[in-house]
């Protein structure tokens, strides 16, 4: 059974950094696709970052702008996130989830299993 379990949130000042983890086990193919989401109350889920373990591709969402980075570990089963120069518009609960997709998708509607989420809160 699929499972992913987030870790590394919590409450950081502004131009800080956390690194959010998800840890994936279950996986029943090698070739897929996680992404890290964001979601702040009042506001839509939005992509944060996406990478596929068939070739390493990397996508972001518009808003990262190079503070944040994606990376998933050599056994594939851990994927991070970075998260750099933090501001207050980054306060959200942050969602990492699998698609099917063996191509680096940033469509929240490619992903099908979510994680619970962990909380990242930002304070000026």
């Known amino acids: 059974q699929l499972q992913l379990v987030e870790s590394g949130g919590g409450s950081v000042l502004s131009g800080g950094s956390l690194r959010l983890s998800c840890a994936a086990s279950g996986l029943t193919s090698p070739y897929y696709t996680i992404g890290w989401f964001r979601q702040a109350p009042g506001k839509e889920r939005e992509v944060v970052a996406s990478i596929d373990s068939t070739s390493g591709i990397i996508g972001y969402g518009d808003f990262v702008k190079a503070r944040f980075t994606i990376s998933m570990d050599d056994a594939k089963k851990t994927v991070n996130l970075q998260m750099n120069s933090l501001k207050p518009e980054d306060t959200a609960t942050y969602f990492c989830?699998?698609?099917?997709?063996?191509?680096?998708?940033?469509?929240?509607?490619?992903?099908?299993?979510w994680g619970r989420g962990t909380q990242v809160i930002v304070s000026s």
């Open positions: 989830a699998w698609s099917h997709s063996p191509r680096m998708t940033l469509e929240v509607g490619d992903f099908t299993f």
